[in-house]
């Protein structure tokens, strides 16, 4: 028999829905919805939220890493000491997001989430986002130029037979971009714009083959410029691209961020944390993908030049600052969190508190501080 109970006094925040009341949970599904004040079953388990904020649990796309470990380490336990620990920022399902590095490195992180999925411990990996490495060499931010590429169709399936790729960051006017987006396409691949040197047209170019996505907003792509709109410009101009927002307001100042909302909506924004191994970790030296990078005051940047290298940021923090920032209701910005990402990589029953959907959810404090996480109807944190 399924195990059951009631997470009561909560403050439901869903896309659409910002209300007071209790959900039933049973198994690892959510059966019921009562308002507030409706009567609750007496032989049920109480959890009191006392009105706490209950969201659908965050879906991280793009996080190369936290707790001191790396998607790409290629020590046994590294994955799961990431997956582990994003439960902590209130993450239930995270992309395992990789380097610019050698199929065979990128084949060990495949691998090595295969192997996760069949005793997964935290944070559920439902993909392998490919960050890399088909990108732009004059665009590489903080990825290594050793093992830079044009897009590789073949070499994509090959990793994905070993655990499912389900976003591939590249640049579209690289090789043959727009036929590489449609490639992916079909093999039911998100493709994304990312470390990216496209001029406007070269962008469309791809966009006419289905490219829709834009990685890191704002963050090593053509800039907007009054004669070429580059891929920030099209970014706000296409309506129906959905863009990355790393919302630490060091890689995207807050009034961009004002400007990417107003623009786009919350329907086509992502919230991503970009994190690698430092996050939830003291400030010092790190690596990323090889590459030493030094963290000071929570910024990460490429010892050698200063680039950023990823962020030390927790999606719950980012949704306190674009809350802050944008003043717009948590019904609508609770979609960013979670229900786009689902929605937009085939995840069934993720991203709303809604009767019949999976029981992933994250009780978070006023100020946004993780209380309680829950992953298919078990309590994880």
């Known amino acids: 028999?399924?195990?059951?109970?009631?997470?009561?006094?909560?403050?439901?925040?869903?896309?659409?829905?910002?209300?007071?009341?209790?959900?039933?949970?049973?198994?690892?599904?959510?059966?019921?919805?009562?308002?507030?004040?409706?009567?609750?079953?007496?032989?049920?388990?109480?959890?009191?939220?006392?009105?706490?904020?209950?969201?659908?649990?965050?879906?991280?796309?793009?996080?190369?890493?936290?707790?001191?470990?790396?998607?790409?380490?290629?020590?046994?336990?590294?994955?799961?000491?990431?997956?582990?620990?994003?439960?902590?920022?209130?993450?239930?399902?995270?992309?395992a997001t990789t380097l610019t590095l050698p199929e065979a490195d990128l084949a060990v992180t495949c691998t090595q989430a295969a192997e996760y999925a069949r005793n997964r411990t935290g944070a559920k990996v439902p993909g392998i986002h490919l960050e890399g490495p088909f990108i732009n060499p004059k665009c590489l931010g903080a990825q290594n130029p050793d093992f830079v590429q044009e897009p590789d169709a073949e070499m994509v399936k090959r990793l994905s037979a070993i655990y499912p790729v389900k976003r591939i960051a590249y640049a579209p006017e690289c090789g043959d971009g727009p036929g590489f987006a449609a490639k992916m396409i079909e093999m039911g691949i998100v493709p994304s714009g990312a470390h990216t040197a496209a001029k406007f047209?070269?962008?469309?170019?791809?966009?006419?083959?289905?490219?829709?996505?834009?990685?890191?907003?704002?963050?090593?792509?053509?800039?907007?410029?009054?004669?070429?709109?580059?891929?920030?410009?099209?970014?706000?101009?296409?309506?129906?691209?959905?863009?990355?927002?790393?919302?630490?307001?060091?890689?995207?100042?807050?009034?961009?961020?004002?400007?990417?909302?107003?623009?786009?909506?919350?329907?086509?924004?992502?919230?991503?944390?970009?994190?690698?191994?430092?996050?939830g970790m003291p400030d010092g030296s790190y690596t990323l993908g090889g590459l030493p990078v030094t963290v000071e005051n929570g910024a990460a940047r490429l010892t050698s030049n200063g680039a950023l290298a990823g962020s030390t940021l927790a999606i719950c923090d980012a949704l306190k600052n674009v809350a802050k920032v944008t003043g717009l209701p948590l019904s609508e910005l609770v979609k960013t969190t979670s229900y786009n990402a689902a929605r937009e990589h085939n995840l069934p029953g993720l991203g709303k508190i809604e009767e019949g959907y999976t029981a992933d959810l994250v009780l978070l404090s006023g100020d946004f501080k993780v209380q309680m996480v829950f992953i298919d109807g078990k309590r994880c944190k």
């Open 201 to 279: 047209e070269e962008f469309k170019a791809a966009y006419a083959k289905g490219l829709r996505h834009m990685t890191h907003f704002c963050n090593q792509m053509t800039a907007l410029h009054h004669r070429d709109i580059g891929m920030v410009g099209a970014g706000l101009l296409l309506k129906d691209t959905v863009v990355e927002l790393i919302c630490d307001l060091i890689h995207v100042s807050a009034p961009m961020v004002q400007l990417v909302f107003q623009t786009k909506g919350c329907d086509h924004i992502m919230l991503i944390s970009d994190a690698m191994r430092a996050a």
């Open 1 to 95: 028999m399924a195990e059951k109970f009631i997470i009561s006094n909560a403050r439901i925040i869903s896309p659409g829905v910002d209300k007071y009341g209790s959900v039933l949970i049973e198994g690892d599904k959510i059966a019921q919805i009562y308002s507030s004040g409706e009567t609750l079953p007496a032989d049920v388990k109480i959890i009191d939220a006392n009105n706490a904020m209950l969201m659908p649990g965050f879906i991280d796309v793009h996080c190369h890493g936290k707790a001191g470990a790396d998607f790409c380490d290629t020590e046994d336990g590294s994955l799961k000491t990431v997956a582990d620990a994003k439960i902590n920022e209130g993450v239930t399902s995270v992309f």
